[in-house]
């Protein structure tokens, strides 16, 4: 080899070497700035790493492509590692398309509607559980907000620091039925004050029962919240000790000893990659210890009442209604179409939640041809025949009872009220304050009955019932008794005196508004009484009327 030659040789590898060694720096370069931004990406968004999250694949494929610019751009030239960047971001996006596509409702429509398995009844007092007056649940949400809000200004400088959490989730707690809601931090200074003692209450209402309102202790303080920072944020701690999981909804609930959890829905696809969303499990997390565990819905504590997102609920009740005879069906025939109704609420049977709406057919008119109610914790679904009026039109119907003194209706609550679908609905003033009840029959809005107190309002209900011969007498089972008094206390309960009184020969409890009758105020142990009210075979009787027999006051 000449001198020349060999001149050549050391110079093509002296560029070949220099040329690795720049596209080495620009590798090493672009793989650093790529992983400190999805570092912070990370950590603010919190994907989840599986392939059925086709958010985390955008993600995934952006910071490839991400990648693969910047060699490009350090190393003045396109190279393998910059095509092969490209192609892995194609490749994700293509897998995102078309995963898209095969879960897409128009080409798997009878597997979206048979996503949920729906009990039909014809007979609605089969499974739905005939319920007492005391366990009818008198305060809405918006109610419920108002008097946990009042609850704050019960400690000295409590406000400043926190507010109440707008969850006011339903739970069912022995026995009980109630709204829970956290205290959260108002902002990061206040979180930045108060992380290491965390947040010391939570607000209970009972629903069945406006008074019995508490501002919760926690000792210990709860750490984790919605609304705290960095590894105390909810969302935040749980993503980091979960992975892979996919997450929906998140409840606040309390257990059967008052310990307060958050309850994370752990959600999944059921057609295709992406399609057909449902909840397969639920994360427990303790606020206080910061520990979680993840369960099965079968394996869940029995006082978890809510594991299944309302929304994802009630898209695959859409479902159900909409295919019910495939896709093409929704563009033309329209052939037995439902849908449900514009709103919904929750029950609790046999002492687990439901949530429940009206199926109407399609059109949207003011009318039912059933409801559904769902467990929140198991999907198990019931759709009752039942034709009637929607929630709305039972709310302007009970609106219409009162119109002189322009009430507003709360959103209707489902009930069983002598083997009749009932509507009951609370009627506020302009203040949001409950000023009577109300109940609406489903199958005809012209039965209606209202009272100042609930137990007026379903003797009210109950006649109209008798009387346009919707229900016998002896289903109604009006019942009086006389008797000697045994024990007689009081309180006051919406500003109202209440007396709760015993009678040797029966061993339930009477419950009497001085509403009812001026006599009960003079009422002694010993005395003879004589009481009606209907007979729901509860231990706590609400009384319609009271005659003291010694007394010959005339009753209001």
Same mark, same amino acid.
Do not use: C
């Given at each position: 080899?000449?001198?020349? %030659? ?56 952006? $910071? ?11 190393? $003045? ?48 007092? %089969? ?17 419920? +907000?108002?008097?946990?809000? !009042? ?55 009972? +629903? ?32 980091? !000790? ?191 304050? +409950? ?31 008798? %009387? ?11 019942? %009086? ?76």
């Amino acid at each position: 080899m000449n001198p020349f %030659e060999e001149f050549l040789r050391q110079t093509q590898t002296t560029r070949v070497v220099k040329t690795r060694k720049k596209l080495g720096r620009a590798i090493v370069q672009s793989a650093v700035i790529t992983l400190i931004i999805f570092a912070v990406v990370d950590y603010i968004t919190l994907p989840a790493y599986t392939f059925h999250s086709p958010s985390t694949m955008f993600l995934l494929a952006m $910071f490839s492509g991400l990648f693969g610019f910047l060699v490009q751009a350090f190393s $003045f030239k396109t190279t393998k590692v910059t095509l092969i960047s490209y192609a892995i971001s194609a490749l994700l996006v293509s897998y995102v398309l078309v995963g898209s596509l095969i879960g897409a409702e128009f080409l798997r429509a009878t597997a979206y509607r048979d996503q949920i398995t729906i009990k039909e009844m014809k007979e609605f007092n %089969e499974e739905f559980e005939t319920i007492g007056l005391n366990r009818i649940p008198v305060v809405d949400k918006q109610t419920a +907000v108002q008097l946990g809000d !009042k609850q704050l200004g019960t400690v000295s400088g409590l406000g400043s620091q926190f507010f109440v959490d707008s969850q006011y989730s339903l739970i069912n707690v022995n026995d009980g039925i109630f709204r829970v809601s956290p205290l959260d931090h108002r902002d990061f200074f206040k979180w930045l004050q108060n992380r290491n003692e965390g947040i010391q209450n939570y607000v209970s209402v009972n +629903v069945t029962n406006p008074t019995d309102v508490r501002l919760v202790a926690v000792s210990a303080g709860m750490k984790v919240s919605p609304n705290s920072f960095f590894n105390q944020d909810l969302a935040r701690h749980v993503r980091f !000790k979960y992975r892979t999981l996919i997450f929906g909804d998140y409840t606040f609930e309390i257990d059967d000893d008052q310990n307060p959890y958050w309850v994370v829905s752990v959600i999944k696809p059921e057609i295709g990659p992406f399609g057909g969303l449902s909840a397969q499990g639920a994360v427990l997390v303790n606020p206080v210890t910061m520990d979680t565990q993840y369960y099965d819905i079968d394996e869940l504590p029995h006082w978890v009442d809510r594991v299944q997102p309302s929304s994802i609920a009630w898209s695959q009740i859409d479902n159900w209604g909409y295919y019910v005879h495939g896709f093409i069906n929704t563009l033309f025939n329209q052939k037995d179409m439902l849908q449900t109704t514009d709103g919904y609420n929750y029950v609790v049977i046999d002492n687990q939640v439901y949530v429940y709406s009206g199926l109407t057919s399609l059109g949207g008119d003011r009318s039912i041809v059933g409801f559904t109610l769902i467990n929140l914790k198991s999907k198990e679904a019931t759709f009752y025949q039942i034709g009637g009026a929607d929630e709305y039109a039972a709310m302007a119907s009970a609106e219409g009872q009162v119109q002189h003194l322009n009430y507003r209706s709360t959103f209707p609550v489902l009930l069983n009220i002598s083997n009749t679908p009932t509507y009951f609905v609370s009627l506020k003033d302009q203040e949001g304050l +409950v000023k009577k009840y109300s109940f609406i029959a489903v199958s005809n809005y012209d039965a209606v009955g209202v009272g100042d107190t609930v137990a007026e309002a379903q003797r009210n209900y109950i006649l109209k019932l008798r %009387e346009i011969g919707m229900v016998k007498d002896d289903e109604t089972r009006y019942t %009086e008794i006389t008797g000697t008094v045994a024990m007689v206390s009081t309180a006051i309960v919406d500003g109202n005196s209440v007396y709760y009184i015993t009678l040797d020969e029966d061993p339930r409890l009477f419950v009497v508004n001085v509403s009812v009758n001026l006599e009960v105020l003079f009422t002694t142990e010993n005395d003879e009484v004589t009481m009606k009210f209907f007979d729901n075979k509860e231990n706590i009787v609400e009384v319609d009327y009271f005659d003291h027999l010694a007394i010959n006051f005339k009753a209001p």
